[in-house]
């Protein structure tokens, strides 16, 4: 797998895509963006997950709430695609929207209008089996296609979408009548997602993609190690459509092919990520499947997720210090390898892919892992370059100090981690509340994890 795949439409669609100014919703945002020295990691922290949240609240498409593919400050693209949504931005908004509402950050009344808004337009808009498309025009609910042939369901994205909607189930089900609502709506569709059709016929591996005018021809059987781990274990987890294990053992896992033994910096690993030879991936692969799926004490036959997490996390930071490329600013203050707009058009930076550009998200989302390391980043980011790289939905997606490149743009599915990692980092909120779902619990111990609540 090359770990570029997810998006190669992007590279193509990058210069056609930017909404010039965010619609408001509710009253007008208009932050204080000066920049405020000394101040506490706590209200450090609070600040960004803040004004990152933002991006999900007043920076959403309006008509169904959900969070927007895109944000462009610098106006350098015409307007013409402000209405598409990202399923797993989308996914990634509604936890970071559960977190502004559990801070106070928003009303719980003004909270629950809008995850209410935001699943009924998921209820309404073309599914596939069950599963979601990548893109999804915010004004009609319909399919928006990521590429010609990807115009269909999109099971790793609607599986980023489906940590949110238990978390969502849980944090509600035992509140009010019109909270328990909400909760049963969440619940049901997450349910709807039919993960065994995405075997391709009872292979023993799920599939990304179907289209109904093309069928399989994206053919695309995920196999780790990357960021579709959460897919693995929902479709294991799930009591309505669920997967026998051999497909996580033969599919994700090849056999037992994804078993490898290597270091970097120093930093040992026990698992083969794809596309890399004894090197790891971009940071999003430590991000994405964990928003919700807590790593902590999280073990099978094949790693110790959260050691591999952090030596994940400690071997991009390594390398940034080490800058074997010599690239400026990189260093113990400024590191962090994923995906995310590049000097390139689009890139998924890690060791073997390095161009000298900086993505926020690496690092912050990194937080929990790294607390210590992360917040020499953020403090950096915020106090050192300041407006260069800070925003009204907080620090822009990426930026080169070697080219001179401070592009002003955001993008939801690297927004969304920074604010629910901040928050897991703070509270463990997201973790809590996905890993007391019982068919999570159940779909865990199928696979063969191990922690200790499964052992109860």
């Known amino acids: ?186 619940d049901q569709l997450w349910k709807g997602i039919d993960f065994n059709w995405y075997r391709k016929g009872n292979q023993n591996v799920l599939y990304w993609h179907w289209s109904p005018e093309y069928q399989w021809e994206m053919n695309f059987p995920v196999k780790g190690y990357n960021e579709c781990l959460i897919m693995y274990v929902l479709a294991a987890s799930s009591p309505t459509h669920t997967v026998p294990a051999e497909v996580y053992h033969e599919g994700w896992a090849r056999k037992g092919e994804i078993t490898a033994k290597f270091d970097l910096y120093g930093h040992p690993f026990t698992m083969d990520y794809q596309g890399q030879k004894n090197s790891v991936g971009p940071l999003f692969w430590a991000h994405y499947s964990y928003l919700g799926l807590d790593p902590r004490g999280l073990k099978d036959q094949y790693a110790d997720y959260w050691t591999n997490n952090v030596n994940h996390t400690l071997a991009i930071r390594d390398y940034c210090v080490a800058n074997p490329k010599g690239f400026k600013g990189y260093g113990e203050n400024n590191w962090g390898l994923t995906a995310s707009y590049s000097t390139k058009g689009y890139a998924a930076h890690n060791p073997q892919e390095d161009f000298g550009v900086i993505s926020p998200t690496a690092a912050i989302s990194s937080l929990p892992y790294t607390p210590k390391e992360s917040m020499k980043v953020i403090r950096h980011l915020y106090e050192n370059l300041g407006d260069k790289v800070w925003g009204k939905y907080g620090f822009y997606d990426a930026f080169s100090e070697t080219e001179n490149w401070y592009p002003k743009r955001y993008l939801g599915i690297d927004q969304g981690p920074m604010a629910v990692m901040i928050e897991n980092h703070r509270s463990g909120l997201l973790w809590k509340l996905f890993m007391q779902n019982s068919d999570v619990q159940r779909g865990l111990k199928k696979l063969g994890f191990e922690r200790p609540e499964l052992s109860k």
């Open 1 to 186: 797998m090359k770990i570029t795949f997810r998006y190669f439409s992007i590279l193509l669609l990058a210069a056609l895509t930017l909404p010039s100014c965010a619609q408001k919703i509710n009253q007008p945002y208009n932050p204080d963006l000066s920049i405020k020295k000394n101040l506490s990691d706590d209200a450090l922290l609070d600040l960004v997950e803040k004004q990152t949240f933002q991006y999900f609240w007043d920076g959403a498409e309006p008509t169904s709430g959900a969070g927007r593919e895109r944000f462009h400050v610098d106006n350098i693209y015409p307007d013409n695609d402000k209405s598409t949504v990202a399923t797993g931005a989308t996914g990634f908004g509604l936890m970071a929207i559960l977190s502004g509402i559990d801070r106070g950050y928003v009303t719980k009344k003004e909270g629950l209008e809008r995850l209410d808004k935001i699943l009924n337009f998921l209820d309404k808009a073309d599914r596939f089996h069950g599963a979601w498309p990548h893109w999804i025009y915010g004004e009609t609910g319909k399919v928006h296609p990521f590429g010609k042939k990807d115009n269909g369901g999109d099971l790793v994205e609607s599986s980023f979408l489906a940590q949110s909607l238990i978390c969502i189930n849980s944090y509600y089900k035992n509140g009010t009548a019109e909270e328990k609502k909400l909760a049963e709506k969440a």
